[in-house]
């Protein structure tokens, strides 16, 4: 998560951008009580990533209905990652890197206990779309702008 906080949105690869700017979009549209299909799927068709994006579905809608503290996304145009935008793309990392039995501990520090099971099954399955077209969302690139602890 911490190689992701706090970065320009422009250093993240293509796949890490595109999830930043749906998670901000869908946000955007449930808070203005429109259903977020509309706003995010244009992004997802974009990138042939269609796939993908139930499951991106599923995982914000448990997140903004289920998450034990209320996560915070920024605007359309804040060029840093926020926190809880970089906490999500890790899980996603994570869903695919990991057995999913080892997040159970992960993601109950996310949602409720009964919604990490399928938090869990859409993140994985949300992260094998994203391999399958080459999008997947590596670590940004050296910023020399990033504070850094003197030491490093």
Known sequence: MYEFVDRPVTSLSSGGQL???????????????????G???PIFQKWNLMPGFPHFHILMALLNRNAVTKLR??????ERVREDEA?????IRAAHEQ????MQGMAEMIVCKGS??????????LAQSLIDVKL???????DPDCVRFPNE
């Open 19 to 37: 999830l930043i700017r749906s998670m901000r979009y869908w946000v955007r549209a449930a808070s203005a009580g429109r259903c977020p299909c």
């Open 136 to 142: 997947w969302p590596t670590p940004p690139i050296h």
């Open 116 to 125: 990490t099971p399928p938090l869990l099954i859409a993140a994985a399955a």
């Open 39 to 41: 706003d995010v799927g």
């Open 87 to 91: 906490l999500i793309i890790s899980l």
């Open 73 to 78: 996304f920024g605007t359309l145009d804040c």
């Open 99 to 102: 057995p999913l039995e080892r």
